[in-house]
């Protein structure tokens, strides 16, 4: 679970909870199948440092049933992401 907390300190980001609608318009994709890129839009990626613990993870693909393999570093790489401690 993401700490919306630790989030705001870190980034200055207030997260609220985006709906179905919002997140297709800005990204292109439905809830549950938003892939780390390819976005319709340029989007403020952070990611919990946690996932560098994993050799391999996995990503939504562009639909709620596909996904891709890669590693932390290569993620960090696609998404020029912001690394902080977000769990609760």
């Not at 630790?6 to 609220?16: C, D």
């Not at 994993?54 to 992401?81: D, H, R």
Request: proline share 5%; net charge positive.
């Amino acid at each position: 679970m993401v700490c919306a907390d630790k989030v705001k300190k870190a980034t200055g980001i207030t997260l609220t909870k985006a709906d179905a609608d919002f997140v297709r318009e800005k990204v292109g994709y439905v809830i549950g199948g938003v892939p780390p890129v390819a976005h319709h839009s340029s989007v403020h990626t952070i990611l919990d440092e946690d996932l560098n613990r994993y050799a391999e993870i996995w990503a939504a693909a562009g639909t709620p049933n596909s996904v891709f393999k890669l590693n932390p570093q290569k993620l960090s790489e696609l998404t020029k992401c912001q690394w902080i401690d977000l769990a609760k």
